[in-house]
């Protein structure tokens, strides 16, 4: 049961819940910023679109995360969110959120505590993107993802969970073309470490998996979403 003033503190945020279908823009780089969003269900990608047309997406996110956050005096977004599947998100006006930051410290703490996590992701898969083998890189991603949709860092075998993604978005995740990413995914399901077949990936071997992805326990823990 909610206390009078959680009561308050919800009225004060109008936040809205919105619903989005697989590949449709939650916002684009160039719309005015006015929203922080939490995603109650599904997943999405936040991307980074370059001049000559190419993207770069830095994060993949689901159930739990925040997202939207702009440091205060930029007016737009700066980068793209996309629904990968059905994705259902509260959205909260960044105004209104930072008068209720203001007074409840308890809450300005896990804010910050959110953002530093993500920016450890961020940097691991950066220095993954940049300096590790295309077969690490895609091992590393799907790691991460597995864990994220999970909650857990130990799987057993045959292990399936559901990814919305498609080779072209591993691609751009990873720094690689399309048709190298597809090279790789028949390498790991011939040497029995994983299959990824129409958005399900199936752990064949879990252990292999850590090792190929160099999963490191800082890391693997900062991928849990509690």
Same mark, same amino acid.
């Given at each position: 049961?909610?206390?009078?003033?959680?009561?308050?503190?919800?009225? @004060?945020?109008?936040?809205?819940?919105?619903?989005?279908?697989?590949?449709?823009?939650?916002?684009? $780089?160039?719309? $005015?910023?006015?929203?922080?969003?939490?995603?109650?269900? /599904?997943?999405?990608?936040?991307?980074?679109?370059?001049?000559?047309?190419?993207?770069?997406?830095?994060?993949?996110?689901?159930?739990?995360?925040?997202?939207?956050?702009? $440091?205060?005096?930029?007016?737009?977004? /700066?980068?793209?969110?996309?629904?990968?599947?059905?994705?259902?998100?509260?959205?909260?006006p960044a105004a209104?959120?930072?008068?209720?930051?203001?007074?409840?410290?308890?809450?300005?703490?896990?804010?910050?505590?959110? @953002?530093?996590?993500?920016? +450890?992701?961020?940097?691991?898969?950066?220095?993954?993107?940049?300096?590790?083998?295309?077969?690490?890189?895609?091992?590393?991603?799907?790691?991460? +993802?597995?864990?994220?949709?999970?909650?857990?860092?130990?799987?057993?075998?045959?292990?399936?969970?559901?990814?919305?993604?498609?080779?072209?978005?591993?691609?751009?995740?990873? /720094? +690689?073309?399309?048709?190298?990413?597809?090279?790789? +995914?028949?390498?790991?399901?011939?040497?029995?470490?994983l299959d990824f077949?129409?958005?399900?990936?199936?752990? @064949?071997? $879990?252990?292999?998996?850590?090792?190929?992805?160099?999963? /490191?326990?800082?890391?693997g823990d900062a991928?849990?979403?509690?």
């Amino acid at each position: 049961m909610k206390t009078e003033d959680e009561l308050r503190d919800l009225q @004060m945020l109008q936040y809205r819940i919105k619903s989005f279908s697989a590949g449709k823009l939650i916002y684009g $780089p160039h719309e $005015p910023h006015g929203f922080v969003y939490n995603i109650v269900s /599904g997943w999405l990608a936040i991307s980074h679109d370059l001049l000559d047309g190419q993207r770069q997406i830095s994060q993949f996110l689901t159930k739990g995360a925040l997202f939207g956050f702009r $440091p205060e005096g930029l007016v737009t977004n /700066g980068q793209s969110a996309v629904a990968l599947d059905e994705v259902t998100v509260c959205a909260m006006p960044a105004a209104n959120l930072s008068v209720l930051l203001n007074s409840h410290p308890k809450l300005n703490r896990r804010l910050v505590w959110m @953002m530093g996590r993500e920016s +450890l992701i961020t940097e691991n898969r950066l220095a993954f993107v940049g300096q590790t083998s295309a077969l690490t890189r895609i091992a590393n991603l799907f790691m991460e +993802l597995t864990v994220m949709a999970t909650r857990k860092l130990v799987h057993v075998v045959g292990s399936k969970v559901r990814l919305p993604l498609t080779q072209s978005q591993i691609a751009d995740a990873t /720094g +690689l073309t399309a048709i190298h990413v597809n090279r790789m +995914l028949r390498k790991l399901r011939e040497d029995r470490v994983l299959d990824f077949h129409d958005g399900v990936l199936t752990l @064949m071997n $879990p252990d292999a998996l850590k090792t190929l992805a160099q999963l /490191g326990e800082e890391i693997g823990d900062a991928w849990v979403i509690d």
